[in-house]
């Protein structure tokens, strides 16, 4: 899919505020840092659509761009902000799970984790609650030009071997940088593939 155009529409920090579930969705989330708005902006071709880590002030908000006028991309805040109370956290994920749960034009939530790591408890527990939920979402391996090949088939061969303990099924999983764009077109395809153009 080439993008013509991609498109703020609305920043919420209400679930019930956010467009209109009128055309497809596709949401990306994960790990504070693990590079989220860059992908978002290396997919949407845009330096500055999704603002990065960097930026002073960086808040907690559901964020929605259009892309080609058919499809809305949907930017969830990270997780796992060290700085934040247990509480604050868990009442953050409640309310990021009612989200993606009510949201009923949502196509598929792109995990994202940091291809150096292994496998993090919020991450899995996040995944395991999708899958208990029958919510469709697939893993984004992020930073991949920060590994050599054989470093990353390691680790996600890691990764698959820990999923394989909960289900006998991976999801989807996609390699990404944004630095080399590597994986950018696969996820663009994937989501017009499903959006069945
Ligand atoms: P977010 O908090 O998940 O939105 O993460 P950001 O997109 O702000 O990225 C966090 C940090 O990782 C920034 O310093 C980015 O420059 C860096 N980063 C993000 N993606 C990549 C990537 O694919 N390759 C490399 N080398 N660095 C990346």
Redesign the pocket.
Known sequence: MKIKEAVFVMSNADAEKCPEPKIPEYAFI?R????????INAITGQKKLAK???TPGKTQLINHFIINEEWYLCDLP?YGYAQVSKTEREKFMRMIRKYIASRENLMNTFVLVDIRHEPQQNDLDFMAWMGEKQLAFSIVF??A??LGQGKASKNIAIYKRQLKKQWEECPPMFIS???TRQGVNDILDYIEDINGY
Request: charged share 25%; proline share 0%; glycine share 16%.
């Open positions: 994960g504070s840092n693990v590079g989220k708005s860059s992908l990065t880590s960097s990270g992020t930073k030009d920060k940088s944004s630095e």
